[in-house]
């Protein structure tokens, strides 16, 4: 299969876009699994976008970009990933395979990114002394330029080149290799899950990790069969959480009324 003109445009649009719109409606919100889902049905296999997506979404989910510090761009990593998952036809393992260096790629232009933008934010500081509005504008929507060419113009130059390179690896490339990565693709998966668990309170909540465990491991029940035993388990938590704070605080205004002399045991205010 090969890639449209018009293909490589929408995809390079949505890399600017998707990270744009972090800095205003947040509508996407970068997620990989989204991006990765809109990138499949550019391609034409939304199932593979969803497939490269979501597995690039749990990887990311135990890592946050808090202040200044740049994390691998999964959603940028989704599209790629995406695109060359369908054009090779090599399945989800092989777009996986080379989503990842990509990620970490864009950490070192996500830092030249924010380098151009303070750039652009040093200039809007001299505008505001002196008053002149029309430079603020124009350097914000410079600083937003910048900050979508950091993910578009990556993108579009390796639609446009990557295609003959990784036809070249396919072609080149032993099966042994190509097998290995496959291999490493499937062991994706497991490692997001492990990064996730890590940052989360498994001690707390290990009986939900056994149920969801035994669900798909024993029982075979599908993915969507777990997630509504997940939110089944959710509202339950949310319904007990929610009645023990109310008995606490009836609790408190027990106690309270007995402190004062106002009311006797049993007896509650209206």
């Not at 808090?66 to 090779?88: E, N, Q, R």
């Not at 500081?125 to 002196?130: E, G, L, Q, S």
């Not at 295609?163 to 499937?186: D, H, Q, R």
């Amino acid at each position: 299969m090969n890639i449209e003109i018009w293909q490589i445009i929408l995809l390079t649009l949505l890399a600017f876009i998707g990270v744009v719109e972090m800095l205003g409606t947040n509508i996407l919100a970068g997620q990989a699994v989204i991006i990765g889902m809109i990138a499949g049905i550019i391609m034409g296999d939304i199932k593979t976008g969803l497939a490269v997506g979501a597995t690039l979404q749990l990887m990311g989910l135990g890592i946050q970009a808090y202040g200044g510090a740049s994390v691998p761009d999964y959603m940028t990593a989704s599209i790629i990933g995406t695109t060359f998952a369908v054009l090779s036809n090599k399945g989800v393992e092989f777009g996986l395979s080379l989503a990842i260096p990509v990620g970490l790629l864009m950490v070192q232009l996500d830092i030249l990114a924010r380098f151009c933008n303070v750039f652009f934010q040093k200039r809007i500081d001299k505008a505001i002394d002196k008053v002149d509005v029309k430079q603020v504008k124009l350097n914000n929507r410079l600083g937003i330029l910048s900050w979508g060419l950091s993910r578009s113009l990556p993108v579009f130059v390796m639609l446009v080149f990557g295609e003959g390179l990784v036809n070249l690896m396919l072609n080149y490339i032993p099966a042994w290799l190509t097998n290995g990565l496959a291999t490493a693709g499937g062991l994706l998966p497991a490692v997001g899950i492990a990064i996730l668990l890590r940052y989360l309170p498994v001690k707390n909540y290990i009986t939900y990790l056994i149920v969801g465990f035994v669900a798909v491991a024993y029982l075979s029940v599908p993915m969507f069969g777990v997630a509504l035993i997940g939110l089944g388990l959710a509202l339950k938590a949310f319904k007990d959480t929610i009645k023990e704070q109310n008995q606490n605080q009836q609790q408190t205004v027990v106690y309270s009324a007995n402190m004062s002399g106002g009311l006797q045991d049993g007896e509650y205010e209206d």
